[in-house]
């Protein structure tokens, strides 16, 4: 299985500044149709799942443009470029580019 | 709009058996595959099962593998998920989710507690 390591698990911020989570996958996610199957979802509290990037890059419609994804091969990051406060919860990436589908750990974001 | 519906959980002793249910609407569903991902109370996230846009294609993760089956009825715009078996690590909020890549839609999770 792919295993899915992101860091920090925890990531205090303060509101306005910028914040980043690294998501690293054991192999690469290039599948070989060529694309990359990376997500990255957000977790309020209490709410299901939220997709805000898919294939590593692309910004979900509705996704504030102060989120961007970037990375490449076995290496991903999120960033925000400036916290507001609903930005609250978890962040998970999610590989789908080889069975079994596989999570990262999960990264708590909390304002300092 | 797309919506997304879990149904079917609830208390459950551990051996027994529990059907899931997820209605979709807002898309044709028929041309979509489907997902279910659950998660643990003060978890993060697990995939599943998922199953082609026909049927045709199906995929468990291995922690389930033999005791729980996907199906769908595109004429009803439904999913299900037959958990049989269980035990108290399958006690989790289990949510319906649209895509094989992408897992861009998802539903508000039903609760399926197994206890005795």
């Given at each position: 299985?792919?295993?899915?390591?992101?860091?920090?698990?925890?990531?205090?911020v303060?509101?306005?500044?910028?914040?980043?989570?690294?998501?690293?996958?054991?192999?690469?996610?290039v599948?070989?149709?060529?694309?990359?199957y990376?997500?990255?979802?957000?977790?309020?509290?209490?709410?299901?799942?939220?997709?805000?990037?898919?294939?590593?890059?692309?910004r979900?419609?509705?996704?504030?443009?102060?989120?961007?994804?970037?990375g490449?091969g076995?290496?991903?990051?999120?960033?925000?470029?400036?916290?507001?406060?609903?930005?609250v919860?978890?962040?998970?990436?999610m590989?789908?580019?080889?069975?079994?589908?596989?999570?990262?750990?999960?990264?708590?974001?909390?304002?300092k | 709009?797309?919506?997304?519906?879990?149904?079917?959980?609830?208390?459950?002793?551990p051996?027994?058996?529990?059907?899931?249910?997820?209605?979709?609407?807002?898309?044709?569903?028929?041309?979509?595959?489907?997902?279910w991902?659950?998660?643990?109370?003060g978890?993060?996230?697990?995939?599943?099962?998922?199953?082609?846009?026909?049927?045709?294609?199906?995929?468990?993760?291995?922690?389930?593998?033999?005791?729980?089956?996907?199906?769908?009825?595109?004429a009803?715009?439904?999913?299900?998920?037959?958990?049989?078996?269980?035990?108290?690590?399958?006690?989790?909020?289990?949510?319906?989710v649209?895509?094989?890549?992408?897992?861009?839609?998802?539903?508000?999770?039903?609760?399926?507690?197994?206890s005795?």
């Open positions: 299985d792919v295993v899915m390591t992101q860091s920090p698990l925890s990531l205090p303060t509101l306005g500044q910028p914040a980043s989570i690294s998501c690293r996958s054991s192999q690469s996610l599948h070989s149709n060529g694309n990359t990376l997500n990255w979802f957000q977790q309020r509290p209490g709410q299901s799942p939220r997709r805000l990037i898919y294939k590593a890059s692309n979900d419609s509705g996704v504030p443009d102060r989120f961007s994804g970037s490449s076995t290496d991903f990051t999120l960033k925000i470029s400036r916290v507001e406060a609903e930005d919860g978890f962040y998970y990436c590989q789908a580019s080889h069975w079994p589908r596989t999570f990262g750990q999960g990264t708590k974001l909390e304002i | 709009e797309v919506q997304v519906v879990e149904s079917g959980g609830g208390l459950v002793q051996g027994g058996s529990l059907r899931l249910s997820c209605t979709a609407s807002g898309f044709t569903f028929s041309s979509y595959s489907m997902n991902v659950r998660q643990a109370p978890k993060g996230l697990e995939w599943v099962s998922f199953i082609f846009d026909t049927g045709s294609s199906i995929e468990y993760a291995d922690s389930v593998k033999g005791r729980f089956t996907i199906s769908r009825d595109n009803k715009n439904s999913v299900y998920l037959q958990m049989n078996s269980l035990t108290a690590e399958d006690t989790a909020v289990y949510y319906c649209r895509g094989r890549e992408g897992f861009d839609y998802w539903g508000q999770g039903t609760l399926v507690t197994v005795s």
